[in-house]
């Protein structure tokens, strides 16, 4: 799967820095995956990656794709030009992804109409380059009647 | 018996700046205005003190959020404390004053100068974006840490993350605008009888349903204003209290809560903030109740934290806040729990968590003027939006 969407007109945007525990998160896109930390000890998902499992402790927390599926847990559409060109209205959601209850991403929602957006909406993902980053985006699910 | 720390601390001085948008004078001298009006306010002279702390220290990348730090504050004022500190991290705007409590009753210092300066407008006035989320005078081609898992989606802005909350609160809870804009119209309603606030011209309801919106459902007067300010306060244990011009003020009891939200990491369905945590830890150190309260000054970088804090001191049940705010009658002067009485950080001006402390000070002291809520002499303080504190204050 390449589920990569453009933006041809949009000013470019900061980027996350990049170091060995979020490079997986912010780059998996290049394969077309998401890739969520998870605890190889426990298997709990968490997000923001970090070294360690946060539930069980365990040291050995591996990138792991997943269905890059969710529902909109909630979300807010920006109306306010932060910076000159910033192209708005857009939506800002937190996804609570279909592997775990509580497993938000944070993330704009894109390819629909932003008041076609709304709570439990069900979304995936697609992924939007700049340089070397793939930043994670959601989508509505094709043919759901969102 | 365990002693509090707080318990061992009288607040005995506090001081502010002009607000300016943005101010003439320069953001050092903003601070030592604010400093030396505390220190004089708590009977002593800048020998006397032997504590300074900061909130969040010097952020020296023009964007006037923290312009100020202990050590040029400590030389500008000619201060020789034993104890320095300051912190980004932690307790956020309460975070200083909770380490003023420790450092003070661990017997590290007597009397501790804590401050608060922002620059904001002027470092706007220069670059527009300097407000943007690591803003600065130029924008840093990437972001690290908490902040950039928010900037790459151009939530650029506390805006837009404090927007997705309110949305689930409404939600939830059914909560309307109407309701929301409620604190907002009573902190103008405040303003207007403080002559150091900002914005000072009363809104109506329909004012506020008519003012832009920013990232819904929050609206343009959701959110504070940036300013040019410096607070202070003086910090003293209970046995150097000197003789001066203002009862010492108790701290009956603090709170404390802290998450992931400021590393990224978000639980819970996003109704509620850890201030709940803080709201806790405070009334279980005190034998009070929120209905002993006078007053409330609670944190309101956007409204709907406000609702949200509310509810986290309990003096709201889950979703109840909104009902309780609507129409401004229970939060205005002469209701049963008059809110932001300095118009806070909405018309007041952010002066980041210190304006409030500051105004709890001026009511316990029956300094608030036109905007005196008679007989004061318990209220509550709440500050923080991703690291959350809380103090009881009396005069009792």
Known sequence: MRNWIDEPDAPARILPGLDDINRPYWTGGADGKLLIARCASCGTYQHPPFSRCASCGGADVVPTPVSGRGRIKSFTVNRQQWMPDLPVPFVFAAVELDEQVGLYVLANVVGCPVEAVDFDMPVEVCFLQQEDVFLPMFTPVSGSDA | ?396
Not at chain 2, 324 to 345: D, H
Request: charged fraction near 15%; aromatic fraction near 8%; glycine fraction near 14%.
């Open chain 2, 1 to 396: 018996m365990t002693t509090h720390p707080e318990k061992l601390v009288r607040i005995t001085g506090a001081g502010q700046s002009e607000v300016g948008r943005p101010s003439k004078r320069s953001a050092l001298a903003l601070t030592t205005d604010a400093c030396a009006a505390a220190i004089a306010s708590a009977g002593l002279t800048p020998a006397d003190i032997d504590g300074l702390v900061t909130y969040p220290g010097l952020i020296a990348n023009g964007d006037g959020m923290s312009p100020v730090g202990s050590t040029e504050a400590m030389l500008a004022l000619g201060l020789q404390p034993t104890w320095v500190a300051s912190s980004t991290e932690g307790h956020a705007h309460m975070g200083a004053i909770i380490q003023a409590i420790s450092a003070i009753a661990s017997g590290l210092c007597r009397h501790v100068l804590v401050f608060r300066t922002v620059a904001q407008a002027s470092a706007r006035a220069e670059v527009s974006h300097a407000g943007i989320i690591g803003g600065g005078r130029t924008v840093a081609p990437r972001t690290w840490g908490g902040m950039s898992w928010l900037v790459p989606y151009n939530a650029l802005s506390a805006a837009t993350l404090y927007g997705l909350y309110g949305n689930a609160y409404f939600r939830k809870y059914g909560a309307r605008s109407e309701q929301l804009g409620a604190i907002a119209v009573n902190s103008r309603a405040m303003a207007a009888l403080n002559p150091n606030a900002i914005y000072r011209k009363p809104i109506t309801i329909d004012d506020y349903l008519a003012s832009r919106l920013i990232s819904d459902p929050l609206r343009l007067y959701d959110c504070d204003t940036h300013i040019d300010g410096s607070t202070a306060l003086v910090l003293s244990h209970r046995d150097a209290v000197r003789e001066g011009p203002n009862v010492p003020i108790r701290i009956e009891a603090m709170g404390m809560g802290i998450s992931g939200f400021g590393v990224g990491l978000h639980t819970g369905d996003f109704t509620e903030m850890p201030a709940r945590r803080a709201g806790d830890m405070l009334w279980s150190r005190t034998d009070l109740t929120p209905k002993d309260l006078d007053f409330a000054q609670i944190y309101d970088g956007f409204s709907i934290l406000t609702l949200m804090w509310l509810e986290a001191l309990s003096i709201c049940g889950p979703g109840e806040a909104a009902a309780f705010v609507e129409g401004g009658s229970r939060i205005g002067l002469t209701g049963e729990l008059p809110l932001n009485t300095s118009g806070g950080q909405l018309s007041a001006g952010r002066f980041h968590g210190y304006g409030h402390t500051y105004e709890a000070c001026l009511q316990l002291w029956n300094k608030g003027g036109a905007r005196q809520v008679q007989g004061a002499r318990t209220g509550v303080v709440s500050n923080g939006g991703f690291g959350y504190g809380c103090l009881l204050l009396t005069t009792d």
